[in-house]
């Protein structure tokens, strides 16, 4: 499939970028050489071959969510610059 000058310059006009001819003819052979490349794919026999979102096999890999001792409230504020009623106490941003 052959992507002209006017096309990408239409895309171009659409996504409000400003390109020079010099990328225009560039990205015009780029992309026709990526929907060659993917006209090429479409005459492979995929018939018997599973959908996959990855070749590889994945397992979940989190451990299992348990309490376990942590910082006591004191602790964790010992080197805050400033706390409030157990809390952390920021400067506020928004009005």
Do not use: W
């Not at 002209?4 to 225009?24: C, N, S």
């Amino acid at each position: 499939m052959q992507i002209t000058k006017q096309d990408v310059e239409h895309v171009a006009k659409l996504a409000r970028l400003e390109i020079t001819e010099t990328e225009t003819d560039a990205f015009s052979r780029q992309l026709s050489a990526i929907l060659t490349y993917v006209e090429q794919l479409k005459t492979l026999d995929t018939a018997g071959v599973e959908p996959t979102a990855t070749v590889l096999e994945q397992t979940n890999v989190f451990r299992e969510d348990k309490a376990r001792p942590s910082l006591s409230v004191e602790k964790a504020l010992a080197n805050a610059p400033e706390s409030e009623s157990g809390h952390f106490r920021v400067p506020r941003i928004l009005e």
